[in-house]
């Protein structure tokens, strides 16, 4: 959603890179570029003559003109001030003291509030909480069985006991809600509630009165990040008629400009909560203002790659491979391979996490084009093997080649592909586990250095060359020796001169101990 804005803002800090001070000039020029991109990606005028105002108040003084880099200082500052306006400190969840802890969700029809509310169960269900869902849109067709299909697949509970369809009483419904999830020992009540196409006195007053009737903890509204600047007017309408605590995005992943997104926390004072960036029951996670802005700055996000990866992969696990590792490249096996290739595809899209990685948004168009499938069909190739041939694999002759090659309906150099890949991957894999490093990398042990590092040491090996002319040679020698002797030194290692071999040379009384 994002990319516009992330480009944008790129080319204008490439511009002041290598400049060793800024003038003034290049500060405004600098603002000019950051004020386009803003408008640009559909950022609220407001709020973004805020955020230059701020920018150049900053960039003009001490800091950047006292700093040794400019440029990093510049972007530090507009780092700082994307998180302001985002909403500053992450923003969580706040729990009753007596629970249920009761969460009610607003928004206008079309946002996704239905499926957020299975998303939010879900991710509270990973939290240790047990949810319950209630199916209070009971205007909207079909809108109850949707909830109760959303809570199924997300394993946790529901509470519908009107049909829905026009038919029932919203208010009621959220309060016979409170008694029953204590009854069931929910901890946590999840209270969807009906939206409408447009801002409209009725949607306003009935929300009003589930609120009044169930006394939320917190009430979230849903906004969906693709409809720009009208987000902001609902925002403002919804927080003035309802009241809310909290936003969440929901189609983050769209390809809108986004500006609603950065806009919504500053106008209405609240922050955003939650953001929702796929399809997916489980693409949903807190919104981390810090780390969106260095997502958007280009700078990636790891703190979020790592926490997905600490969910997905048992410290156990990873523990018994690093040791199958260190005990030698064929103790990692074609199911090992496939075991991991698996935990990292539970991690979520593979192009998604790539983009986490900071300097990825230069190759952002490859990463975008890489197809998820391939995985699949990597996991079809190594399926079609025997238990054998996938503990050993190099046992896959031709004819195998050619078996599994029809078993997993690929050619047969995608096999062979995949065979040698796994090769140079258990042997890169091996050695960074016994502490080798990288391959090519010069000054890590065990690795050795490149080609030019290699001529060298065999270079000092072979020191001063010795003539091929023996009487050349000859000459070389004795000249050497008399060198030797004018030293006093009687022979290559540094003994007495006058004949005296190593049986006759005296340590000194210092060394004599270590001798035995």
């Known amino acids: 959603m994002f990319d516009t804005l992330s480009d944008r803002l790129a080319a204008t800090f490439k511009n002041l890179r290598g400049k060793g001070r800024l003038s003034e000039a290049d500060i405004d020029a600098t603002a000019r570029e950051i004020r386009i991109a803003l408008l640009e990606a559909d950022v609220a005028l407001p709020v973004v003559r805020a955020f230059i105002k701020q920018v150049k108040e900053r960039a003009l003084g001490a800091e950047v003109s006292q700093a040794l880099n400019p440029a990093q200082q510049v972007i530090k500052i507009v780092n700082e001030e994307l998180i302001g306006i985002l909403g500053g400190e992450t923003r969580r969840l706040r729990f009753a003291k007596q629970p249920p802890t009761v969460i009610m969700l607003a928004g206008l029809q079309g946002a996704g509030k239905t499926t957020l509310a299975g998303k939010l169960g879900l991710w509270l ?91 939320p903890d917190e009430v979230l509204f849903v906004v969906d990040a693709m409809i720009g600047q009208d987000a902001v007017n609902t925002a403002e309408a919804f927080r003035d008629g309802v009241g809310f605590d909290g936003v969440v995005l929901s189609k983050l992943d769209g390809d809108a400009r986004g500006g609603a997104a950065l806009s919504i926390a500053h106008v209405t004072g609240k922050q955003i909560m939650f953001a929702s960036n796929g399809e997916k029951l489980d693409e949903f996670d807190a919104f981390h203002p810090d780390r969106m802005a260095s997502r958007i700055l280009g700078m990636g996000d790891m703190l979020s790659l790592i926490e997905k990866a600490e969910q997905t992969f048992s410290q156990a696990e990873a523990e018994k491979m690093a040791a199958k590792l260190a005990k030698g490249p064929k103790e990692f096996t074609l199911d090992d391979f496939l075991a991991q290739m698996e935990q990292v595809r539970k991690m979520g899209s593979i192009s998604k996490l790539l983009g986490m990685l900071p300097g990825m948004g230069q190759i952002k168009d490859q990463i975008n084009n890489i197809d998820e499938r391939d995985v699949d069909r990597t996991a079809a190739i190594i399926k079609s093997m025997t238990p054998g041939e996938r503990t050993d694999p190099t ?59 290699q001529k060298k040491k065999q270079k000092q090996a072979k020191g001063k060359q010795r003539s091929g002319n023996p009487m050349k040679r000859k000459a070389e020698e004795q000249a050497a020796q008399a060198r030797r002797e004018q030293a006093g030194q009687g022979s290559p290692f540094g003994l007495p001169a006058g004949g005296q071999g190593a049986q006759d040379f005296e340590l000194p009384d210092e060394f004599k101990k270590f001798m035995g």
Request: with cysteine; aromatic share 2%; hydrophobic share 40%.
């Open 395 to 453: 046992i896959i002759n031709g004819s195998r080649r050619a078996r599994i090659a029809r078993g997993s309906g690929v050619d047969v150099s995608a096999v062979k592909n995949l065979v040698e890949r796994f090769f140079e991957a258990r042997k890169m894999m091996s050695r960074m586990a016994q502490g080798g490093g990288m391959p090519g990398m010069p000054g890590i042990p065990g690795m050795g250095g490149g080609p030019g590092r």
């Open 125 to 215: 269900k990973t939290q240790g909480h047990s949810p319950l869902l209630v199916a209070c849109d009971l205007q909207r067709p079909n809108a109850v069985n949707q909830l109760a299909v959303v809570a199924e697949r997300a394993g946790v509970g529901v509470f519908a006991p009107q049909p829905g369809n026009g038919v029932g009483d919203p208010v009621q419904v959220a309060k016979e809600s409170i008694e029953y999830a204590k009854s069931k020992v929910h901890d946590i009540v999840i209270v969807d509630t009906a939206g409408r196409l447009g801002i409209d006195r009725e949607m306003m007053q009935q929300a009003a009165d589930i609120r009044d009737a169930v006394s």
